[in-house]
């Protein structure tokens, strides 16, 4: 059988088939990253989300800490402002949203000023003044403490606690208290009495970097300034001015300026680099869906006390987007959201010199779609992986060993099980049926009894097409090979006059549908059209349907597979994830070859949906199912009265395709063909072909090393096992075999394995 060459290097830059353009369009998509409601309704960017919870955690330290990202005065904050995200709050819309007003009064209340700056805190060299008093000063003065500029307040209160006073009557005694403590802990300069007119602002603005002043010192001293809102800076002074309003109003206008403040002190244009200021729209979405509407907790006229505040704030659902996650095992697996996952997959595929340590994940993916169907915005991590893969391929930096095996299966089903002859009495066919490398190998009398039928009771002759669709090289992103398929295929089927193909498994006919000439029919289709075979015959008890994820967006084929388990008797029992949002058995994309442990969790995650036996139309899906110990059917099976039973090892598939081959031509076609027998004896004890299943390792393998041994004598003696241990050189990879003999012509495999090293003879 032919092989595949390894990658030629890992330093060789071909041509890159994925652009960072077109990964940036996709990951757009996701909107894990997009803030909360409540988060993207503040315009101060309060972390609403995160600081409920921290109050949730009783940890309220970390709640003020965030609170005070916000605005240094918590208690004026908390009493005065208008909480829009309280109103943007997701719960409010199925039922009593969350109390986050009360809530940050809460943090305000049962928490201390955290220390800032440390003991090696620089304070800035500009230095800043601000004229006047008032809630815009307070907060501003609070800000550009923040950022260590030495400030100096020009008001015309006699002293700290009446500037406070100013604009603040809405306080309680405690509050005002507390806050008037942080102030003075804060460190600012004050200049008390001051009566800011002409004179005095001129005598005092050159000692300062920065200006910046109320809104009423503003208009006194220069009432024809023209000043932008959004920069808080008069242009012609290049000042920075103030504004009045509400208490939210005032201290996200201190924040505006005291950016502005921070751009001017650098020679900059306070205009550019500002970022996104203010509230801002959000496309995050979150499923209401079976959340716990459990109403507010009442708060009295002291507000909540802390257990009572940390219990409102244990309703907070902590929105955010994990439709995709949710029915995707892939994604559940790697812990990732799909922009964050996606961007590592793109940056792997760009480098160049080094390890690539995301081939892995990248090669993971089932390719199935469902999140395309389950995410909003239709976010296709499908298509993230496979262009990657094809990108890897491309720049030969994708080594072969993770799909290997899966490329050599469809080369043997393309080569030594490849069969295409039309029906015998017909020079030309109006149609060919076509059943799948996996049916052929699970369930050849399956095949076989469906091919008979379809000769059958089908006018105008079928012809009969074994192999494989170029699924697999088309997964493993080799586009060449999937096109030089294609090409072989469109030749095989225009010998045959380019019939109607019956195609007997959805991820083939989803193949197949690419091809131009292509006109595609699901077996299917045929039987509800001319009905069931006689001694068709459903479950005697109700069953779970497992729609194939070959058969996603197809709701034709979905459709007539329901048809047909409805007319065989069956009783289909509801699970959730079905139809197009159900998820990969674990065989599609090779995810079964490149991580065998997400394939079986994959695989559960299917099965986890009902405890009933499993029917699917998916050969490969039945064989997984099967594999996990669930009884499991595919529906051909049921039509045609046929079991394919326990599932067959990599070696029985391909003799099952091979026998299917040879039965075939023999009985239909009348061609005698030729059996190949050991001229010796080769047999496996149960823990040797567990292992060989487990490890990819054919018989045909063992028998290439056997052959080997009897041809050259050459063996190891291990003297600890009494096994005698012999290698052979196949392909890609030597095989080792451990064995005894039982005789001059018999053989016992105990164990066999593989690696990718070559021994070199030395002279």
Known sequence: MAQINERRSTHVYRVNRLSKELMDEMISRCVYEQPAYCNAACPLKLDTKAMLKAVADGDYKKARQLYEKASPFVHILSAGCDA?????????????????????????????RSKSGGVFRMKKKKTVAIFGSGL?????????????????IFCQEADMEQFLAAETGFLSREEFASELSDLQAMDLQFEFGCNVEKTFFEQQRERFDVICMSEAIAHQLFPEAVYSLALMVYEKEKLVMGLSGSVLDCAYAAKRAALSVDRLAQNLDPANTRGEEGPVETRLYTNTEGVDRRSRIPFGADGYSREEATEEALRCIQCHCDECKKGCAFLEHYKKYPALLGREIFNNTQIIMGDHQLNKPMNSCSLCGQCTVTCPNGFDMAEVCHLARQNMVSTDKMPLAPHEFALMDMLFSN?????CRSQPGYAQCKYVFFPGCQAAAIAPETVKAAYWDLCERLEGGVALMLGCCGAICDWAGRYEMYDQTREFLDRELAKLGDPVIIAGCPSCKKELSAHAQAELVGIWDIL???????????????????????????????????????????QLVETAYSGDRSPCCGYGGLTAYANRELAKEMTDKCLERSDAPYISYCMACRDRFARQGRESRHILELAYGTDAGAPPDISEKRYNRLSLKNDLLREIWHEETEEMKLDYELKFTEAALKMMDDRMILKSDVIAVMDEVRQTGEAILDSETGLLIARSRLGNATFW????????????VHSAYSHRMNIVRRQ
């Open 84 to 112: 829009p995200c309280q109103e943007k709050c997701r719960l409010g819309q199925v039922g009593d949203g969350i109390a986050i007003q009360e809530l940050e009064k809460a943090v305000a209340r049962y928490s201390a």
């Open 737 to 748: 075999v451990k064995f005894t003999r039982e005789g001059d012509n018999s053989y016992l």
């Open 136 to 152: 815009f000063c307070l907060f501003l003065a609070g800000e550009l403490e923040k950022k260590a500029y030495p400030v100096t």
């Open 528 to 570: 509800c059209e001319i009905g069931l075979p006689e001694g068709a015959k459903g479950l005697e008890r109700p069953a779970a349907l497992h729609d194939s994820c070959g058969a996603r967006g197809d709701e034709q084929t979905q459709t007539a597979i329901r048809k047909l388990a409805e007319r065989l008797g069956c």
């Open 415 to 419: 080569n030594e099980a490849f069969l």
